[in-house]
């Protein structure tokens, strides 16, 4: 599996921006789980949200719960993090990750997915 964000930017507190990750080596109609982590610099990564292919089951952190919004395109085999509201605290490198082999979401630690992509800032300034 090949896993490519994008959608980083620098944005105002109390902007919005929405990330894209391109997945690639699977398809939607396999039981995959989707997620999102982030890591701030001298921070450990944190996991935020995630989706399964199966029937678009999402789960949150409650830390961007009620601000970010996960969703998927099976057509184009693509996973989106919508962010809305965003604070300084949420300038981080954010992760793409995948696991197979499950239709209902995981703990959402790093340990539980095996496939990751690159990485894309965000940078929120205050």
């Known amino acids: 599996a090949h896993l490519v964000e994008s959608g980083g930017a620098l944005v105002q507190t109390g902007g919005s921006l929405r990330l894209s990750c391109l997945v690639s080596g699977f398809t939607f109609d396999e039981n995959w789980v989707i997620g999102w982590f982030r890591q701030a610099p001298g921070q450990e990564r944190e996991g935020i949200s995630e989706?399964?292919?199966?029937?678009?089951?999402?789960d949150y952190a409650d830390s961007v719960k009620g601000r970010f919004t996960m969703s998927s395109d099976h057509t184009k085999n693509t996973v989106f993090l919508e962010m809305n509201n965003l604070k300084p605290e949420d300038t981080a490198v954010y992760y793409c990750?995948?696991?197979?082999?499950?239709?209902?979401?995981?703990?959402?630690?790093?340990?539980?997915?095996?496939?990751w992509g690159q990485g894309t800032q965000v940078t929120v300034s205050s």
């Open positions: 989706i399964t292919t199966y029937d678009c089951s999402t």
């Open positions: 990750a995948a696991t197979f082999g499950t239709d209902v979401v995981v703990e959402l630690n790093e340990l539980e997915f095996d496939y």
